[in-house]
């Protein structure tokens, strides 16, 4: 684990639930604002959990009428849960790997409602990314003690 990845660490676990996701939510938010990343319709209404598993970091959330928003602290179990490394989001974040190579490299695993995990699949790999993106991710992969290119599950 790179030096950065344990001061991220060390810090989104002394942080509450909902500070630790609050980031992340607001990003998906600002995307979706400027355009980049509109959820389907079938998002809408349910509940979501990604997991950055270097980062020991929980985000839950829920897709309300068309909007991200932080799931509030009685939301239960989430109805699709994501779990992947930091480079590997980074990497699909960028358009440079694809969930279903994730998902059979087992470096994605996707537990939950099977049809909902379905639509999620379909809108991440169709979803278009600016192209300064890619450069964004790379960027921030290096930082964190690898390139795009490899690096696993730690």
Do not use: N
Not at 106 to 130: Q, S
Not at 138 to 145: D, H, N, R, V
């Amino acid at each position: 684990m790179s030096a950065l990845q344990s001061l991220l660490t060390r810090v989104h676990r002394r942080l509450p639930g909902r500070a630790r996701a609050l980031p992340l939510v607001s990003a998906l938010e600002l995307a979706r604002r400027a355009g980049w990343l509109e959820p389907p319709a079938a998002l809408d209404g349910h509940s979501f959990l990604l997991t950055v598993t270097d980062l020991g970091l929980d985000v839950p959330f829920r897709c309300e009428q068309g909007r991200f928003r932080l799931a509030s602290g009685d939301s239960g179990v989430p109805e699709l849960t994501l779990r992947a490394c930091v480079r590997d989001y980074l990497r699909l974040l960028a358009g440079q790997c694809d969930t279903d190579t994730l998902f059979f490299r087992r470096r994605l695993v996707i537990g939950g409602d099977t049809a909902l995990g379905l639509e999620v699949k379909y809108w991440l790999d169709a979803a278009p990314r600016p192209v300064w993106l890619g450069a964004i991710a790379g960027k921030l992969a290096a930082g964190l003690g690898g390139g795009l290119g490899g690096g696993g599950q730690r």
